[in-house]
Nanobody
C-alpha cells in the first residue's frame, strides 16, 4: 500500500486547512485509515482514524469538535478537515493504513500554525 498526503501549509491561528491522502496498491486489504502527527520534540500521536467499511471514526481528545476525518472509498481517498487551528497543532501529519495488523505510512505533510 502506498500513501501520499497533500494539503499542508502555513496558516494562522483560527484558520482552516484540509489534508488529503491518496491510497494505492492493495487497498482491498485496508481495514482502516487514519491521520497521525508528530510535533517537534514529541512522539507521534493519533489524530483520527476511520474504518473503510463502516466509516467508524475515532478522534484524539485534543482535536474533537475541530477536526473531521472522512473517506471517499470509490477514490481510495481520506481527508482531514481541520478547523480552528491552534499553534499546538503544528506538526508533520502522516496518513496511515491499517491492514489488520501491519501499518503503512505516508511521507508526511507539514502543517504550521502561527499565533
Amino acid at each position: 500500500v502506498q500513501l501520499v498526503e497533500s494539503g499542508g501549509g502555513l496558516v494562522q491561528a483560527g484558520d482552516s486547512l484540509r489534508l488529503s491522502c491518496a491510497a494505492s496498491g492493495d487497498t482491498f486489504s485496508i481495514y482502516r485509515l487514519g491521520w497521525y502527527r508528530r510535533a517537534p520534540g514529541s512522539q507521534r500521536e493519533l489524530v483520527a482514524t476511520i474504518t473503510v467499511s463502516g466509516g467508524t471514526t475515532d478522534y484524539a481528545t485534543s482535536v474533537k469538535g475541530r477536526f473531521t476525518i472522512s473517506r471517499d472509498s470509490a477514490r481510495n481517498m481520506i481527508y482531514l478537515e481541520m478547523n480552528g487551528l491552534k499553534p499546538q497543532d503544528t506538526a508533520v501529519y502522516y496518513c496511515a493504513a491499517d491492514l489488520y495488523g501491519p501499518w503503512y505510512w505516508g511521507q508526511g505533510t507539514q502543517v504550521t500554525v502561527s499565533s
